[in-house]
């Protein structure tokens, strides 16, 4: 019921936004004499930014074309290497570009695109052969590719590492770290050779006991029964994944946008006025964040509720309990890979010392192998996107990359 209503609304508004649209061109045509007047840029301004508040929004592009090697322009281009049912395997291949460290980034799967770590790759792509994982959108998953759950992703890592071949290193953001730090315990345990050399976890929850935000106590307070009866539901008829139980992306964007509504309004206050004084630059920048941030998909539910239990409920990684199809994932397994933790000081999604206890779990890891990195006075998206990400955060990122391209 609630899936079709959103579905109704989502249709009443893109008319809307249409008709805002025409409105905010019409009210700024030289023959409209309206426009010369105080009050048509005001109303211009005001129609703009509904139109783009409540227009419909699909799958965002990349648009990477080029890069700088050296210092020399190098044009990029997309190639899908591995396709699987509910995400793939995306390789940004430079022109005439050969070696660099092959670098597998992991993007959550948390109710955005990958789209959303285009500044990660963008800003990694000069000195690094990036992949990128892409997951689907589950809604468009048919129901005959079966479900996917945490264990799933566990293997989809896997399996994205050995087909990159060994030498690889992965950056985790967010939410795969702990996937991912699973997936190394598991490769690490099985010497699989294609195990990455580095582990970069970026505001990931590993251990979300430490500094509580408010995204883990809403994931901890109620029980699972309440996830499973309150936000999931299923996918309407009219999508190839019809019938499959979802947390749709709509109740995830709901949430975080509740989390800062005052936030919200005042970037939408500032791009009103920028619209106003011409500032067009200004206001395409917040228009650009929010065509990204809006962009939203649906999550398996096995795979959502299985996170709510296994990382911010059981808090079963840090406390060596977790499982893998059965087996257990040993933290003290991790010898070789070198595993660098990054927080950000202002970070509400996930607190200060969760990706740090990363570090504390790999118990049989030297010392010389792990490194911790506060980004002071940047929150959770200004740690892979944004000025301070590019120039403060980066570097301690390729650094530790480029000291351990070889294994020992």
């Not at 990477?64 to 390789?91: A, N």
């Not at 699973?182 to 099985?190: G, I, N, P, Y």
């Not at 969760?354 to 779990?361: H, P």
């Not at 955060?393 to 000291?403: C, E, L």
Request: glycine share 8%; hydrophobic share 40%.
């Amino acid at each position: 019921m609630l899936y079709n209503a959103y579905e109704m609304q989502r249709t009443l508004l893109a008319g809307a936004s249409t008709f805002a649209n025409m409105g905010a061109e019409w009210m700024q045509s030289p023959a409209n004499p309206l426009s010369y007047t105080a009050m048509g840029p005001l109303m211009a301004s005001g129609l703009d930014v509904f139109a783009h508040a409540s227009a419909p929004r699909g799958k965002p592009a990349f648009g990477l074309k080029m890069t700088l090697v050296d210092g020399k322009p190098v044009p990029v281009s997309e190639e899908i290497v591995l396709r699987k049912p509910f995400g793939q395997l995306k390789h940004f291949v430079r022109k005439g570009i050969q070696g660099g460290p092959k670098l597998l980034i992991v993007a959550p799967m948390s109710g955005h695109y990958a789209t959303l770590l285009r500044g990660t790759v963008e800003r990694m792509l000069p000195e690094h052969d990036v992949y990128i994982t892409d997951w689907r959108d589950a809604k468009m998953v048919p129901m005959s590719e079966g479900k996917f759950d945490l264990d799933d992703y566990v293997d989809y890592v896997i399996e994205f590492l050995e087909h990159i071949g060994p030498g690889a290193h992965m950056l985790a953001v967010c939410q795969p770290s702990v996937p991912c730090y699973a997936a190394a315990c598991l490769m690490s345990e099985d010497n699989n050779p294609a195990r990455p050399l580095t582990l970069t976890m970026m505001g990931g929850p590993i251990d979300t006991r430490e500094a509580p935000t408010e995204v883990n106590t809403v994931a901890t307070q109620r029980p699972h029964s309440w996830f499973e009866q309150n936000v999931i539901h299923t996918v309407p008829f009219y999508y190839p994944g019809a019938g499959r139980r979802v947390y749709p992306g709509f109740l995830q964007l709901t949430g975080f946008m509740a989390m800062n509504f005052g936030n919200h309004l005042i970037s939408h206050w500032t791009m009103f006025k920028h619209l106003v004084e011409g500032d067009g630059d200004s206001a395409d920048s917040t228009k650009g964040f929010y065509d990204e941030y809006r962009s939203v998909c649906d999550m398996d539910a096995d795979f959502y509720l299985q996170t709510i239990d296994v990382v911010f409920q059981d808090h079963a990684l840090p406390k060596g309990e977790m499982m893998h199809r059965g087996r257990k994932v040993d933290p003290a397994a991790i010898k070789d890979i070198a595993i660098l933790a990054v927080e950000g000081e202002r970070d509400d999604i996930s607190g200060i010392g969760q990706t740090k206890a990363a570090l504390k779990i790999a118990t049989s890891l030297p010392k010389a192998l792990k490194k911790y990195h506060m980004a002071d006075g940047v929150g959770h998206y200004g740690i892979f996107n944004g000025r301070r990400w590019r120039e403060i955060i980066a570097p301690v990122v390729t650094g530790w990359i480029a000291d351990h391209d070889k294994r020992d």
